[in-house]
């Protein structure tokens, strides 16, 4: 069993840098594969990133290329998402998942969100 938190969102303007982070409980945490997703209002969730067990490998949803940086500490059981150069369109509740598997993951826990709200 794994829980997640987030924290670290916020109100920025465009073209602003926000850091999220999800601290996972339990011992297993450097064995998961961990994920960031999102979902604005009206809209279905997304994938925005996700990062191998090791922190070896990465891969992005395209609208993010560039921009947003994925990363894990295993030692702090501490995964990140580092998000520069924000559009309004990224104003989203922002979901840290964990699981196993690459390329496609199956993601079996997620926290509760934090609400990331960029203005123009």
């Known amino acids: 069993q794994v829980q997640l938190v987030e924290s670290g969102g916020g109100l920025v303007q465009a073209g602003g840098s926000l850091r999220l982070s999800c601290a996972a409980s339990g011992r297993t945490f450097s064995t998961y594969t961990m994920g960031w997703f999102r979902q604005a209002p009206g809209k279905e969730r997304e994938f925005v990133a996700v990062i191998t067990s090791s922190g070896g490998r990465t891969s992005y949803a395209d609208f993010v290329k560039g921009r947003f940086t994925i990363s894990r500490d295993n030692s702090k059981n501490t995964v990140f998402l580092q998000m520069s150069s924000l559009k309004p369109e990224d104003t989203a509740v922002y979901y840290c998942?964990?699981?196993?598997?690459?390329?496609?993951?199956?993601?079996?826990?997620w926290g509760q969100g934090t609400q990331v709200t960029v203005s123009s």
């Open positions: 998942t964990a699981g196993y598997g690459w390329p496609r993951p199956r993601y079996d826990y």
